[in-house]
């Protein structure tokens, strides 16, 4: 196979470390709500390191606006593009509807959404109990939905890099 062309610098660092934050925040999100003892410790790292995939999500689309991904590889047929920009699209969709929501919720719930210390993000929505419900199932569902694009994500990556041999991992590594 010819080499394959890679994403730019800044695409990949910006690629790794979000992957890693946001497989990090389906860890502590799903330990916080089976564990009692360790919630506040667990949920005060969640909202912080969320809110800072709200702001690289923006930065992340700027910088893919600014440098492009390269072309994708011929091997793949005209579906599997359709599929690849699709799930790469619900991702980026869900990498700054996902913060949104868990901030809206606090929100709505009136309960403090502190960062550090005293530093505190003011309520973006107003005080209401069936709004609160609402969103709080809509972060478990979007997360859930986060976890199994991820899953075909990679599946998709592993197919292309162990079977096909296109060296479609190449292309994003660090
Ligand atoms: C260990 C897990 C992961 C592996 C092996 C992996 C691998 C890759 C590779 C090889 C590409 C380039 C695809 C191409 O050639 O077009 C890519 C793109 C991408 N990946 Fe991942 N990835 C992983 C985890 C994640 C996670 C957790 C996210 C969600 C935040 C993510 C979001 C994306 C997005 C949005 C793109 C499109 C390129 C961009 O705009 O940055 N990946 N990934
Ligand atoms: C990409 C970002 C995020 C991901 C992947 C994520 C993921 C999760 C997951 C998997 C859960 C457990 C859901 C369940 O089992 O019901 C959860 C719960 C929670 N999340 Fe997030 N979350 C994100 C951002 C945020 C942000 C920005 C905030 C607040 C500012 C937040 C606040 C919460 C709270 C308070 C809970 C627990 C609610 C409870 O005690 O019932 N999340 N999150």
Redesign the pocket.
């Known amino acids: 196979m010819p080499a394959q062309p890679r994403f730019p610098a800044v695409s990949r660092l910006l690629h790794w470390t979000m992957a890693v934050?946001?497989l990090i925040?389906?860890?502590?999100?799903?330990a916080?709500?089976?564990s009692l003892g360790d919630?506040h410790a667990l949920?005060s790292i969640?909202?912080?390191?969320?809110?800072a995939?709200?702001i690289l999500v923006v930065v992340r689309f700027v910088n893919r606006l600014i440098n492009p991904p390269p072309p994708l590889p011929a091997t793949m047929s005209r579906a599997e593009r359709l599929a690849a920009t699709a799930s790469e699209l619900a991702m980026y969709g869900?990498?700054l509807v996902?913060?949104?929501?868990?901030?809206g919720?606090?929100s709505a719930a009136r309960?403090p959404?502190v960062l550090h210390g005293s530093v505190h993000?003011p309520f973006i929505l107003p005080h209401n109990a069936v709004l609160y419900a609402v969103l709080?199932k809509a972060?478990?569902i979007?997360?859930?939905l986060?976890?199994l694009t991820f899953m075909a994500h990679v599946g998709a990556i592993l197919f292309h890099t162990l079977i096909v041999r296109d060296g479609m991992l190449r292309r994003m590594a660090p």
């Open positions: 934050m946001v925040m389906l860890c502590i999100g799903v916080m709500v089976v919630y949920v969640h909202r912080p390191l969320g809110i995939i709200l869900l990498m996902l913060p949104l929501v868990g901030w919720m606090l309960y959404i993000l709080r972060h478990t979007l997360a859930y986060f976890f």
